[in-house]
């Protein structure tokens, strides 16, 4: 079975590449962030005619997120417990959440599709946000984890954080000063593995290797990119794993996402095996 994350940036205007991509690479299951836009506007079609069915949540051109899947999804979930909202301006509980998790269950799978959020800057309300959102996944991931320690879990997605040095080369971005690679993001960031979930593609995939290039002065041509798409998986979910994937190609051509996909393959019991492995 091959699971994939992807920040499309906007599936309205990507969703042929993405169709396209997720047939050609045999992907059984995506999550995908950033869609951009409401449910009712999503373009479903592309999907479904791929034998893909959807799970859909977003509020308008900002955020969203969803799962494209050619098995059943159930227990299907549009937050975590104590997920935070946020509104400019304001402070407090009782915010507005936005469409920025997602949780489905395929096969005994329990995935995830997850944006966190930016940040923005380190005196941003944002970027609080962005902390108490970690911390609030973490907490129910935790207890997920703690409810049944065998269940197969996987948080996919967008993190807005680079864990290690090795995972950016962006010019000007600063230690402690910078969003994405401050002490505080990475600490939130390595709390889940303190809670039992591990990076599944790391260990597969060479370091250096980014899942992210802004569009602005040639970062992508220059490689001046940052590693911010993960897989985390419970135990059960990583003892599955037997391969990885971050495909860069999917930065190059005609208007592509500034994201690109990061895949795992599953070896599940009773699933044929005769498909080429992803490496």
């Known amino acids: 079975m091959r699971i994939a994350t992807w920040n499309v940036n906007s599936i309205r205007a ?9 047939v050609r690479e045999d ?13 009712e506007q999503f373009p479903a079609q592309a999907f479904e005619e791929a034998g893909y069915e959807l799970a859909i949540h977003g509020f308008s051109q900002w955020n969203g997120v969803a799962f494209a899947s050619r098995e059943p999804m159930t227990d299907v979930a549009t937050s975590f417990p104590g997920m935070p909202g946020f509104l400019k301006g304001e402070e ?43 911390a609030r996944l973490r907490e129910h991931a935790a207890a997920e984890l703690a409810a049944d320690p065998q269940l197969a879990i996987a948080l996919m997605g967008d993190w807005n954080v680079a864990p290690l040095d090795s995972d950016q080369n962006v010019p000007g971005l600063i230690p402690g000063l910078s969003t994405h ?5 990475r600490e939130a960031f390595h709390a889940f593995e303190a809670a039992g979930f591990t990076d599944v593609v790391r260990p597969l995939v060479p370091e250096g290797a980014f899942t992210y290039w802004d569009y602005k002065q040639l970062a992508f041509p220059r490689n001046e990119g940052m590693r911010i798409d993960f897989i985390l ?13 971050i495909h860069r190609n999917e930065r ?17 019991e009773g699933e044929d095996d005769d498909r080429p492995m992803i490496f």
Not at 14 to 22: F, G, P, Y
Not at 118 to 125: C, F, S
Not at 233 to 245: I, K, N, R, Y
Request: aromatic share 8%; proline share 10%; net charge negative.
């Open 92 to 134: 407090g509980p009782g915010l507005p959440q936005e469409a920025r998790a997602m949780g489905v269950t395929v096969n005994d799978l329990r995935l995830w599709s997850l944006y966190v959020p930016n940040g923005r800057t380190l005196d941003d309300p944002h970027y609080a946000y962005k902390l108490d959102w970690l």
């Open 14 to 22: 990507r969703s042929a590449r993405v169709v396209d991509w997720m």
């Open 181 to 185: 690679i401050s002490p505080p993001e």
């Open 233 to 245: 998986g419970s135990p059960a979910f990583a003892d599955l794993v037997t391969g990885a994937s």
């Open 27 to 39: 992907i059984d299951v995506l999550a995908m962030q950033e869609i951009k836009c409401k449910p």
């Open 252 to 268: 190059k051509g005609d208007a592509p996402s500034d994201h690109v996909p990061v895949a795992v393959e599953l070896a599940l």
